[in-house]
């Protein structure tokens, strides 16, 4: 994924309420200080608008970036938050984390991401030795 196209990553991490938004996705956005989540149950679909301050109105999660060699995601917990984007899906199992692909409008600073993108991505085992 690079900053000329318009593709975007987000991983759903059920088991630890955990939301995780590729780096390079927020720099498509122009690396916001805060994002907020975007649901739309109807349409099956969730988008996360970048902002430079906090957004009134709603809640805005505050973007903290670490840098650190290998570090590719920024991690946002919020079990209310996963319960809703659950609550479209309908049954889904707790015990794996899902991958959500989608587009970035760079012009409104929103990655969109469709809830039929949803794939579960397998846990490897732990490697002994």
Known sequence: ???????????????????????????????????????????????ILGSDKPLTGGTANKVNVVERVGYQSVEFYSSTLLNGVVGMLGSIDFRYSYRLSGEVDAANRVPYY????????????????
């Open 114 to 129: 469709s809830m039929r993108t949803l794939k579960k991505i397998e846990r490897r085992p732990p490697q002994n030795g």
């Open 1 to 47: 994924m690079s900053r000329s196209d318009n593709s975007a990553l987000m991983t759903l991490d059920l088991k630890r309420s955990r939301f995780r938004i590729h780096q390079e996705t927020l720099h498509k956005l122009g690396d916001p200080r805060y994002i907020q989540f975007l649901i739309n149950p109807e349409e099956m679909f969730i988008a």
